[in-house]
């Protein structure tokens, strides 16, 4: 077959074949188009910002990204696979800009065929101001009541004072931070461990961790108490003599746990007087030593009244003749 009949071959019936060629394209095109897809993602937005200003109002943490591409390209992109973010690093002075959000595929992602990306909004309208640092006591927050007859004796935080960052308008305000509540409620003993520091701002942001040490001690309660007319117990006396005291009886400030204290009585012999020292007749001052036993060590004498007492010793003839009672190994 020659030239000219390969031709004559190609132009026969030539509109029937355009017609044809037309309508290939266009089945063509349909099913691309059939293929193509649209999926709408809810990511984070990111504020880079390496520069002297930031945000001075609220903006959008998140926005929609819409992807459009063939579907079996876009349905295996997720969340985690593409960012979204605008750029303040290059603006230096306060006012408000117009600022295009960015996006990008992470690099381990590599889509199949062309995709096209938008967001909404495409532009960011935003407030710039200048940024300070500024350092700040932080308070431990508690809550609850320890357990009858304990409370809180001591807390303390590691650090105590943390540095904020942000506009300048807002950080100015901010005088002290607190951590979450923690709990006492009903407890006896006290624990340590991580407490988080609360930041109502989301403009404002903590400098490094926003986490500290605590230490809470908690200890049984510690009450003062006063025990009026105790008798004084005179021990050690001698035989041959009769004794008799100026006071008969004291009185006991103590200070110990709330439990143990509220229900503890002084026992007959707290209040001691020796008078080992006592060998013959005459008058004497003998010290009042308060002697608590080994089971209430946890009690404390504060005061003790009187602190000494004045007795006199007599043969027993001539007490006998005495009005005042004798006192003698604890007895009247």
Same mark, same amino acid.
């Given at each position: 077959?020659? @030239?000219k009949q390969i031709l004559l071959r190609? *132009?026969? +019936?030539?509109?029937?074949? @355009?017609?044809?060629?037309? /309508? !290939?394209? /266009?089945l063509s095109e349909f099913y691309r188009g059939n293929l193509l897809d649209k999926r709408y993602l809810i990511v984070p937005l990111t504020v880079v910002n390496d520069g002297p200003l930031t945000p001075a109002e609220q903006y959008p943490t998140k926005i929609k990204v819409t992807l459009w591409?063939?579907?079996?390209?876009?349905?295996?992109?997720? &969340? +985690?696979d593409i960012t979204a973010s605008i750029d303040i690093s290059d603006f230096k002075t306060e006012g408000t800009y117009r600022i295009p959000i960015e996006t990008r595929l992470l690099g381990t992602v590599t889509p199949l065929g062309n995709m096209e990306i938008s967001t909404e909004p495409a532009i960011l309208t935003l407030r710039l101001t200048t940024?300070?640092?500024?350092?700040?006591?932080?308070t431990l927050s508690l809550k609850g009541i320890p357990a009858d007859g304990y409370e809180v004796t001591e807390s303390s935080l590691d650090p105590a004072a943390v540095e904020i960052e942000g506009p300048a308008e807002l950080v100015e305000k901010i005088d002290e931070l607190t951590t979450e509540p923690?709990?006492? &409620?009903?407890?006896? +003993?006290? /624990?340590?461990? *991580? !407490?988080d520091i609360i930041n109502d701002d989301p403009l404002v942001s903590i400098v490094g961790k926003a986490q500290v040490q605590s230490t809470v001690k908690i200890?049984? *309660? #510690? @009450?003062?108490?006063? /025990?009026? +007319?105790?008798p004084i117990y005179f021990e050690k006396s001698n035989k041959e003599l009769s004794i008799t005291a100026d006071k008969k009886t004291g009185s006991l400030e103590v200070q110990g746990p709330k439990r143990l204290l509220e229900t503890w009585t002084p026992p007959q012999n707290i209040l001691t007087v020796s008078c080992e020292t006592?060998?013959?007749p005459g008058v004497y001052t003998l010290p009042v030593v308060p002697v608590l036993s080994v089971e209430y060590s946890k009690l404390k004498i504060v005061q003790v009244n009187p602190k000494s007492?004045?007795? #006199? !010793?007599?043969?027993?003839?001539? !007490?006998?003749?005495?009005?005042?009672?004798?006192?003698s190994s604890g007895s009247e």
């Open positions: 077959m020659n @030239i190609l *132009t026969e +019936n030539w509109p029937v074949k @355009i017609i044809c060629l037309v /309508f !290939a394209v /266009f591409g063939e579907a079996i390209g876009i349905g295996s992109i997720g &969340e +985690n940024s300070i640092r500024k350092q700040v006591p932080v923690l709990s006492v &409620e009903g407890r006896t +003993n006290g /624990f340590s461990g *991580t !407490a200890s049984e *309660t #510690t @009450i003062q108490k006063q /025990f009026d +007319n105790i006592v060998t013959e007492v004045q007795i #006199t !010793a007599e043969l027993p003839e001539a !007490a006998e003749r005495d009005t005042v009672h004798t006192w």
